[in-house]
Structures are given as structure tokens and as C-alpha cells.
């Protein structure tokens, strides 16, 4: 088993469509929530009234990175700020989190676990000084407290005990003190243990657990991955059977698995949270970290490419809290959701639907998996995500030029001062394998580079589009990484609004998408044929997709779900032609608003 390392913002920088998406982000929601959003503005982690929790740790998670990978000045001095105001209010003993002494018992400790760790992507952006001896003390403090049985872990805290794991791993890398292999231990103990709530993933429940919970079990899959080693323990590849077992019972055709918010089960209808995405993409990063395997990278990219453009507006301003793989609208429900236990406004775009977590947790997802284009183990280099970006270390300088996946062309150009390895992971799905020119049936690309050799590599493969079945006799049309979807024309309604002190205001508002085309359709032929018309300033463009297929289908009569005039019925009344065939262009899963991801083929 392989080891990657990750690098850091000063190592890698994103280019082509990949930097475009960063500094869409920038300009929208992640790189203004400090100056919007009062969670995040007058929050107590710097002296204010507002939540002193989970908010402000999660923003940084993401908006530290992003202003790193961009060299953005002014997101960098504005994050050293939070920082600043952050590390004033540590207490002698280590503890850091806005609550009084008297409180600490009764304070839920995730928030502990995720500053530490959001701290630990500080220090490997800003290479700050102070953080290490800073998450020293805030893990010693937090030891010491559990194990004196000071504090208890709970609810949150203890279904999310592995997070702290990113801070521990980081603090016993400088210092393989015993105290760090106890805290582990102890954090493991008090955790809550998935493995016992298997049986309740396979059925539905119409109630909240935190053991079925959609964002729990996405941050959990990492968890073997980055504790087995201060525990001593093997690795078993515990996430891969949980997957199959989430797959099989709550699987969507973009790789997540529905929550909305605890598991929901294989309808199409069913929602999944945009936290998930996020968490989902961040454990499979570690993942691959831990394994190398190609598995959890093609997972990846299916959350990234589809999932989490889907999610979120062309300008970053708004998201949905809960996405559905056959979303008809994105309005309001006048009575009770289709969600198990999300409220009736989660699926509409906007600053905060259904509950903030998100909009504070989404910002990590695009500069994280920017973050884990290239890894490093000894003197060996891997391009992981073969998206455009630039790795320049003392040794090694590395560019990939291309526009996948959109396209499927690459161009490396590799420069090295000392000997290395230079590995290119290949995705299983890519067919006829050219290397400069030459075929190959490789599976994963190798070149030994001598000192000071400079080489340019030119890689091509086709990926060809094909039908997959889905549960409930319907199909997905996928290409590689990319999930195709009938897209949904519709009127956007723009709502402007205050609640409890929160303004509503554009770009930031809510937005509701209104149907005003047809999508009760079935496949009804095998012809799938891929267009290409370029990545615009707006590589998951809403309106201009980079990638289409054009296919042919037929109306079919499927209604609505019972009790809703919003949402199709989760499977169609009959597959019976109404009509003659017509030509239409599927998008990119990604792309389409709303859309029928999962449709009969007739
Ligand atoms: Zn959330």
C-alpha cells in the first residue's frame, strides 16, 4: 500500500476552467460571507454575539485555501484576521473555543476538533509560526479534559471524534509524544462506532439519527484511513464496504448517497445535503491519500464534476441545502416536504436553505480538490486529477494543460532538478490509450525523469458515453466522470427578504426555479453522441455546457408523486410511447438545474 502525501498552496496552483471555478467562488459567497452573514461576521469566535460553534471554522476550512490558491491579498489579510482574533482568546490551558469555563461541560467539543483541524490548513497555507505550539495545547488541553473526565464526549462531538484526527496526525509528525497515541485512543472509545449502525442503513427511517445522518457517515468514511496509523492498527479498507453497503441502499448516479438529512433510500426523489458533498469529496481525498487506490479518485471526480456544480449557483452566490437526481423544481412546498426530515424550502437556491450549515461548510470543496491534483511519496510525484494546474516545488516544476473533463486531451510538461518518478493516474473508463502519439494499454503512466531533465508528455483517450442501469428499471446516461441529465427549462423567481435578522438580499437571495418545459421522457434510442462546444467563463455553465449528447427520446405518462404538484411521481405510471421520437441535448448532471437524471429507455 502506497502512501500520498498532500501538498500545500505554495506547492500547487490551479489553472484553466479549474482556476476560473476558484475565482467564481471568490467573487461569490465564500469570499464575502465575512462581510454578509452575520454567523460568520459577528460570530464569538472573534468577540461578537453570534454563533461561536462550528460556522467559523467551517468557512475558514475552505476560505483559507482559496485565498492561498489564488494569492488573493486581501482574502489572505482578512483570514489572518480571523486568526488573530481566534488565538487572542485561548486560554491559558489550551482551551480555545468561545464558551465560559463553567460552560465547557456542557460545550458539544466538535467544534474543538474542527478548529484544530482548520487551524492545521492554516499553518500549511500560511506556514505561520505560531499554529503548531497553538493545536499543541488545544489537543493537550482537550486530552487532559477527557481523560479527567472534565468533558464527555457527545451528539456531535462524538459522531464526528476521527476529524480531530487531521490535527492529531499533523501535531505527532513534529512530536511523537505518547499523550497524542491517548487522545487517539480515547477519542475512539468515546466515538460512535458505524459499524453497529449498518442494519439501520438499509431501510429508511423517517426520523434524525445521528448514526444515519447524511454528513456523519460522509466524514466517517475517511476515518480508518487517518487514525489507523497513530493506533497502530491495519488497514482493512473498512470505508470501501461500507460504501457498497450505502451504495446499494442509498446510492445516486452521481456517487453520493441520499440524505435529506439521514439516509433515504434509492428513490430519485429523495434529497442529498450539500455538507455531504463536501465531507464525501474531502474523505475520499484522504482516502486515496492512504491507499493510492484509483477507486476513490474516480469517486471523487464524480462528486466533484457532478454533485457539487449541480448544488450550487452558476456565481457561487446561492445553493440548495438538499439536491434531488430527478428535480422537476426547486419551489417551495406549501405543506410537508418530500424530504424525511428537511423543511419545505431546503432544494430552493439561496443564502441559508433550511440551515446554515452549509453555506458556511460548501467553501472547502472546490480548493481542497484543487489541493489534491498532485501527491507526493518519497522521491515520486502522482498527477491524481488530471485537471488543469501547476506544481512547482524546489524540485520539480509540473503544468497539465487540458480542459478535462470536458475534453479528454493532456498536455505535461515536467521539469526536475534532482531524479524523480512521475506517475499519472489513469481512469479506468478511458479507452484507447495514446502516449505521445504511441498506443498503450497502461494503467497507470510512469516515466523516470534524471536530474535536470525536462520532458513534455502528451496523453489522449476516448471515453464513450454508454447507459447505466440505475434501480427501478430507469438508466443514467454517464461519460467517464461526467453524469448526463434531460435538462428542465424554467423561470427563476427571485425572493428578497429578512428572517431573524439575516437579510436576503441579491446576489444573495433566494431563488426559486419554476418548470416550464416538459420531463416526463424515456429513452428510446441506443445513440448517444457527444458535442463539444467549449469551456466558457463559466466551466459548469447553467446556460452554455461545455459537453452535451444528443439523443433521442419520447414522452411517456409519469405524473406527480402523490400529495405534490412539484416533484415526479419516484417511478413513471407506464413506459408506453406517446408519441414519435424527439432530439434533444442531455447536459452535464452538473449543468442542469433541474433535470431527469434517472428515466426508462424504452
Ligand atoms: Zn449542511
Redesign the pocket.
Known amino acids: 500500500m502506497n502512501r500520498w502525501n498532500f501538498y500545500t498552496t505554495n506547492e500547487i496552483k490551479p489553472a484553466g476552467w479549474l482556476k476560473r471555478q476558484l475565482e467564481i467562488q471568490a467573487a461569490g459567497l465564500s469570499g464575502n460571507l465575512d462581510k454578509i452573514w452575520p454567523d460568520v461576521r459577528d460570530s464569538a469566535w472573534i468577540g461578537g454575539s453570534k454563533e461561536g460553534w462550528e460556522r467559523v471554522p467551517y468557512w475558514l476550512d475552505g476560505f483559507i485555501p482559496l485565498a492561498y490558491l489564488l494569492e488573493d491579498k486581501d482574502m489572505i489579510a482578512r483570514a489572518k484576521k480571523y486568526i488573530d482574533a481566534i488565538l487572542s482568546y485561548q486560554k491559558p490551558d489550551g482551551w480555545i473555543c468561545p464558551c465560559s469555563d463553567e460552560e465547557r461541560k456542557t460545550y458539544d467539543t466538535w467544534a474543538v476538533q474542527i478548529i484544530a483541524k482548520t487551524l492545521t490548513v492554516y499553518y500549511q497555507c500560511s506556514g505561520d509560526e505560531r499554529i503548531p505550539d497553538v493545536v499543541y495545547s488545544i489537543l493537550k488541553n482537550y486530552r487532559d479534559m477527557l481523560k479527567n473526565g472534565d468533558i464527555v464526549l457527545y451528539d456531535w462531538g462524538k459522531a464526528r471524534w476521527f476529524e480531530t484526527f487531521i490535527a492529531i496526525n499533523f501535531v505527532y509528525a513534529r512530536c511523537k509524544e505518547d499523550w497524542l497515541v491517548d487522545l487517539a485512543k480515547i477519542l475512539k472509545e468515546q466515538g460512535l462506532d458505524y459499524n453497529e449502525a449498518v442494519p439501520l442503513w438499509k431501510r429508511p427511517l423517517n426520523r434524525w439519527r445521528f448514526d444515519t445522518h447524511i454528513?456523519n457517515i460522509a466524514m466517517m468514511l475517511k476515518s480508518e484511513a487517518v487514525s489507523c496509523d497513530i493506533l497502530k492498527e491495519e488497514y482493512t479498507d473498512t470505508a470501501d464496504k461500507l460504501h457498497a453497503i450505502l451504495e446499494e441502499y442509498n446510492g445516486t448516479p452521481v456517487g453520493l448517497f441520499t440524505g435529506d438529512e439521514c439516509l433515504s433510500g434509492l428513490s430519485p426523489i429523495q434529497g442529498t445535503?450539500?455538507?455531504s458533498v463536501a465531507e464525501q469529496m474531502y474523505s475520499y481525498e484522504h482516502l486515496f491519500a492512504c491507499t493510492g487506490e484509483n477507486k476513490w479518485a474516480e469517486r471523487l471526480e464524480m462528486l466533484a464534476f457532478n454533485a457539487l456544480p449541480a448544488t450550487i449557483s452558476d456565481d457561487m452566490w446561492t445553493h440548495q441545502?438538499d439536491q434531488m437526481s430527478n428535480q422537476i423544481a426547486c419551489v417551495a412546498f406549501p405543506g410537508k416536504a418530500i424530504f424525511r426530515t428537511n423543511g419545505s424550502e431546503s432544494h430552493l437556491f439561496g443564502l441559508e436553505p433550511n440551515?446554515g450549515?452549509?453555506t458556511a461548510?460548501f467553501n472547502q470543496a472546490w480548493p481542497k480538490f484543487a489541493l489534491s491534483a498532485f501527491m507526493h511519496s518519497g522521491d515520486t510525484v502522482i498527477n491524481v486529477l488530471p485537471v488543469p494546474s501547476e506544481l512547482k516545488t524546489k524540485n520539480e516544476h509540473i503544468t497539465v494543460e487540458t480542459n478535462y473533463p470536458f475534453e479528454n486531451s493532456f498536455k505535461y510538461n515536467v521539469e526536475v532538478n534532482e531524479a524523480i518518478t512521475f506517475k499519472i493516474r489513469v481512469p479506468s473508463f478511458a479507452e484507447n490509450l495514446t502516449v505521445n502519439g504511441e498506443a498503450t494499454d497502461a494503467k497507470e503512466l510512469s516515466f523516470d525523469l534524471i536530474a535536470g531533465e525536462k520532458l513534455e508528455i502528451n496523453v489522449a483517450f476516448d471515453v464513450k458515453p454508454t447507459f447505466v442501469d440505475r434501480p427501478h428499471e430507469l438508466k443514467t446516461v454517464r461519460c467517464g466522470s461526467l453524469v448526463f441529465s434531460v435538462p428542465v427549462k424554467y423561470e427563476t423567481k427571485m425572493h428578497e427578504y429578512e428572517k431573524d435578522g439575516v437579510e436576503r438580499k441579491f446576489p444573495y437571495c433566494d431563488y426559486e426555479l419554476i418548470p416550464v418545459s416538459d420531463w416526463n421522457y424515456a429513452y428510446s434510442t441506443d445513440e448517444l453522441e457527444i458535442r463539444r462546444s467549449g469551456v466558457t467563463d463559466v466551466p459548469f455553465s447553467s446556460k452554455n455546457p461545455p459537453v452535451t449528447i444528443k439523443t433521442g427520446v419520447k414522452k411517456i405518462n409519469w405524473g406527480f408523486e402523490d400529495g405534490y404538484d412539484t416533484v415526479c411521481a419516484k417511478v413513471p405510471e407506464s413506459t408506453q410511447a406517446l408519441g414519435s421520437e424527439e432530439e434533444i441535448l442531455l447536459y452535464p448532471y452538473g449543468c442542469a438545474k433541474l433535470r431527469m437524471t434517472e428515466i426508462p429507455k424504452i
Open positions: 454528513v445535503e450539500l455538507c441545502y440551515f450549515c452549509c461548510n
